[in-house]
């Protein structure tokens, strides 16, 4: 049996800021956008990662999430994160093809 675990934001920042100053820059990024991610309820977060998989949504999708996060939980980190996923997937043709 598995339980649900949680995580401050301010922890996660905490060690963002630790990971950083250790040089782990990428790390860092990851853990800041972690930290936004725990404004959003747990079906949303769901429902936004089945639509980041290959061929499981439109770029007009995928663009109405990014605005999402940033309008409505004061994720831009991650906002931003998800527009560079659009203009990866334009550049590999992996959006769903709309019939």
Known sequence: M???FHISP???????????AAGFTQLAENL???AELTA???DELLRMYELLRPG???EAEL???AD???????????AAF???AVAEYQRRNLFRRES
């Open 40 to 42: 959003v309820p747990n």
């Open 63 to 65: 663009l109405a999430v």
């Open 68 to 78: 999402s996060l940033e309008r409505d939980y004061n994720a831009p980190q991650t």
């Open 56 to 58: 499981r949504s439109t």
């Open 10 to 20: 301010e922890t996660l920042r905490a060690q963002a800021d630790a990971s950083h």
């Open 82 to 84: 998800v527009r560079e």
């Open 2 to 4: 598995t339980s649900d």
């Open 32 to 34: 800041r956008r972690a």
